[in-house]
């Protein structure tokens, strides 16, 4: 069932890593089957390296299971991708990933402005969520309030969220996240932490 769009999600996870967006079992990816509505969403604990078709977990938008194998549990952070497309009826891709230098800004509770021309490609800013472990729907909320304003958000001591409406495009604007928030970082350091300018919301429009 939905085998296409469950290839597309394993190469989505694995080439995620391959750009040190994540490592081992950490991060979580789902794709939004149009036609069904289903969501077919990565496993908890399994390596990438061993992630096979089999283990892809099909649920719909209330979580009940359509299609998992026995002994697999679909991400932990189920809720979470539910919620987002619930609230976003647009998006079609969700990426809960750990890079590097976005989750440093996350613990920080900072949010990125936009400093380069490629913030444009999700949206500008990438404000932080209040998002504890305890996952609840009224922390969810906050995070789809951010997501509201741009198509990345940071996740309190937890990452970062990037979504989009182009299953293809979603890694793309996650490695323009990380791209972002590592450029930021290091004019930071390099400035002695002062700001850097930041790039209007017109310039933005212009691309």
């Known amino acids: 069932m ?19 967006l994540c490592k081992e079992k950490t991060g979580n990816f789902s ?16 390596k990438r390296e061993n992630l096979k078709e089999e283990h ?19 991400s932990s952070e189920l809720l979470l991708h539910l919620e987002i497309y619930k609230a976003r009826k647009d998006i079609r891709a969700i990426m809960h990933i750990h890079s590097i230098y976005a989750t440093t800004f996350a613990v920080a509770n900072k949010a990125i402005p936009p400093i380069t021309y490629d913030s444009a490609n999700y949206g500008g800013y990438i404000y932080v969520a209040n998002y504890k472990k305890t996952k609840t729907i009224e922390l969810v909320k906050d995070v789809i309030e951010q997501l509201n304003k741009s198509d990345a958000c940071l996740l309190e001591k937890d990452g970062v969220v990037v979504v989009s409406e182009d299953i293809d495009d979603v890694l793309l604007k996650a490695r323009y996240v990380e791209e972002v928030a590592e450029i930021y970082y290091r004019t930071l350091t390099l400035n002695q932490f ?13 691309l």
């Open 194 to 206: 002062k700001e850097p300018e930041r790039l209007t919301r017109e310039e933005l429009m212009r």
């Open 2 to 20: 939905l085998q296409n769009l469950k290839i597309k999600l394993i190469k989505m996870a694995k080439d995620a890593e391959k750009y040190n």
């Open 56 to 74: 892809i977990c099909v649920v719909d938008l209330n979580g009940n299971e359509i299609e998992v194998m026995d002994g697999i549990r679909p």
């Open 31 to 46: 794709i939004r089957d149009e036609s069904s509505g289903y969501i077919i969403i990565t496993p908890s604990k399994i």
